[in-house]
């Protein structure tokens, strides 16, 4: 099969479950008198209306802006200081029971605390995000690290090879697989954190929109948003996908080449 063909194989079965979801819900929702559900029909012919370009740049700009920075922060800090911990064995004796106690703590938790300490601005927002997004990268990164191969590095020791450069050509790489599989999974966490920090006295924001529609019983408006939400993480998803692809294409690129092998073999 062609790569032309895979691709779109691919991409027909990534777009079949949506579009069977939605008709279901077309369907079963389209007789609905309820006024907390309604039609899914009534939800999208308010989505133009409701979701104009000023509304676009006065809440979904900023909230995307508020997840980057908050993602970007906990990506840098998980990173080092997972390095450093799956590098140190006394490290990781050290700061494993703190650890433990901050990674029990949910992040929503910390939001009033937060709030004490930096007020009700994008600093909140932003601190809150990278609160929860930081834990799956630290500790990705650090059982990376720790399972970095320990014939390649004694063969980098025999060789003199230390400090930045062995960072950079043997922990790293031989890490990052784990490293991605942690962003991967802070990316929906800090999403959820997006809303839930707009959520608390906040005057722009995805999470703010859906609450002041649901205060004022906008009700197809909120699911609206609700679905900005989701067509976001979607967005994102996708996007994380293509830049993982060509971050770890030697990594994807080997496991290819050793299922081929040992299917030759078989």
Avoid at 94 to 112: G, H, Q, W
């Amino acid at each position: 099969m062609s790569r032309t063909l895979r691709a779109l194989r691919a991409a027909a079965l990534a777009v079949a479950l949506p579009c069977v979801l939605v008709a279901i819900w077309w369907f079963a929702s389209d007789t609905s008198t309820s006024f907390y559900a309604p039609p899914l029909r009534t939800i999208l012919s308010r989505f133009d209306d409701t979701w104009t370009a000023d509304r676009l740049r006065d809440d979904v700009l900023p909230s995307v802006a508020r997840l980057l920075a908050g993602y970007a922060a906990a990506g840098i800090a998980g990173v080092a200081f997972g390095v450093v911990i799956g590098s140190s064995r006394r490290a990781r004796a050290v700061c494993e029971p703190a650890l433990e106690f901050l990674r029990a703590v949910p992040p929503p938790v910390l939001v009033p605390v937060i709030m004490l300490f930096a007020g009700i601005g994008d600093t909140m927002k932003i601190a809150v995000i990278a609160s929860g997004c930081v834990w799956p990268v630290l500790l990705n990164t650090a059982a990376g690290v720790r399972a970095v191969d320990q014939v390649a590095a004694e063969t980098a020791r025999s060789y003199g090879i230390g400090g930045a450069a062995r960072l950079r050509h043997l922990v790293l790489p031989a890490a990052s697989p784990q490293i991605f599989a942690g962003l991967r999974q802070a990316l929906s966490i800090g999403v959820i954190l997006m809303v839930i920090s707009e959520m608390y006295a906040s005057s722009s924001g995805l999470g703010f929109a859906v609450v002041e529609f649901q205060r004022s019983f906008a009700v197809p408006e909120m699911w609206t948003g609700i679905l900005v939400l989701g067509l976001l993480g979607v967005v994102l998803a996708l996007l994380f996908r293509l830049v993982e692809r060509r971050a770890l294409g030697w990594y994807h690129g080997s496991r290819g080449a050793r299922r081929k092998a040992g299917d030759g073999g078989a």
